[in-house]
């Protein structure tokens, strides 16, 4: 979502680190394309207004401007005040009430609420709670069946509501069916409308009032840009929501509604929808947003996401198996697996810092099902010796492997090709210490390691000083 906004920011901040020293021309300068950057991402003028402002009140003090290293300074200032644009510090549910926790989801039809209040049943679950979904909406057709058919795959209960019962009737005798059934969670899918109307609003300050929810959670689409911001304020006069689920984060949005709502709402962002799947569904991280936004990567997101679907022994030893570069075709096609069920490739790569050359070269290397289809017959048409050690591959064998998979010559070089990128890749990752050849440096910016070529360079420069 944010990739525009990215590249728009460090370029900005490459010219600041090329001054040795900062004056207030450049600083204003570079104050002046960061404003244009985020104005073309959509975010609120008032916002971009304060933001810049705060940035250029604390640059051009003391210790920016006297500083050995005055442009990275400044992108620490711009990153902490990023922090505090998207929220602060990450806030999740409120969830010390006495059982049932009472969940409201609210917003304009469309935007992704009867789908959300299914992933956050799932999230609840998964944190020992047993949620009740409550679908209330009524005069959307099919909104009930689609909520009972989440809460069918969920394996959960959901309230037996028609769409010829009155929504507020629906609420009340859904909670109290909740108690008896000793549910610790409820979840009630609102009523939306393609705009706001006095009807609605009406509606749900009703139910707000007879089921005193502990959460009231406004569900936005990330793609509606100022639009979001407009209508969650709207939403937040009458009802004081406690939170907001941005949902389609994964589209090419600009971003705009991430970075203004907080500012304009004064509520937190406590999730985001991030696909379709009911497991797409993460805590909002403002401090991991700022740095993926800064190109300085998202490694402990990385980790959480790996370690959902892999057990340390078996980290261990892959990753003792890229240390003796012992790791091969039957590997790849494992581990592309995994990817696959983690996301693309090229969101893998942006949470790394300092992968963003590497992400370029790995940006058409993808793997929908047709094309992991394709890989898994080309790898099973090959000989065990072959997936160990593809350095064997020559003409006849590829040919061979073509014919016995079904797909082209073409094919089984471009799987050889992402298989050594892949490689290559890893071995920037991993060093021979089982370490990450990443450096964080003295303003806690990640840098690549010192490899021996870069050593050499370092050497020849000096010798030529």
Known sequence: MFDSLSER??????KLKG?????????????????LALLEADVNYKVVKEFTQRVKDRALGQDVVKSLTPGQQVVKIVKEELEELLGGEQQGLDLKAKPPVVIMMVGLQGSGKTTSAGKLALYLQGLKYSP???PADVYRPAAIDQLHKLAQDLNLPAYPSTSSDNPVDICVRALEEARQKVHTAVIIDTAGRLHIDVVLMQELVSIKEKCSPHEILFVADAMTGQDAVTVAQRFNDLLDITGVILTKMEGDARGGAALSIKSITQKPIKFVGTGEK??????????RVASRILGMGDVLTLIEKAQEDMDQDEARAMQEKFQKSKFDLDDFRKQMGRLKKMGSIEGLLKMIPGM?????????????????????????SMTPKERSNPKLFNASRKQRVARG???????????????????????????????????????GMP???????????????????
């Open 9 to 14: 920011l460090n370029t900005v901040f490459k």
């Open 356 to 380: 963003g050359k590497m992400r370029d070269k790995l940006k058409d290397v993808q793997m929908p099902e047709k094309e992991m289809a394709k890989m898994d017959a080309i790898i099973n």
């Open 278 to 287: 009911l497991t797409d569904l993460e805590a909002f991280h403002p401090d």
């Open 405 to 443: 998979s079904g797909t082209t010559v073409q094919d089984v070089n471009q799987l050889l090709s992402n298989f050594d990128q892949m490689q290559k890749m890893m071995k920037k990752m991993i060093g021979k210490d089982g370490q990450p050849q990443l450096d964080i440096n003295s303003q």
């Open 19 to 35: 001054h040795g020293r900062l004056d207030e021309q450049n600083i204003q300068a570079g104050m002046r394309e960061v404003r």
């Open 447 to 465: 840098v690549p390691g010192r490899t021996k070529t870069r050593r050499k360079k370092v050497k020849r420069k000096k010798r030529k000083k």
């Open 132 to 134: 009740y979904l409550v």
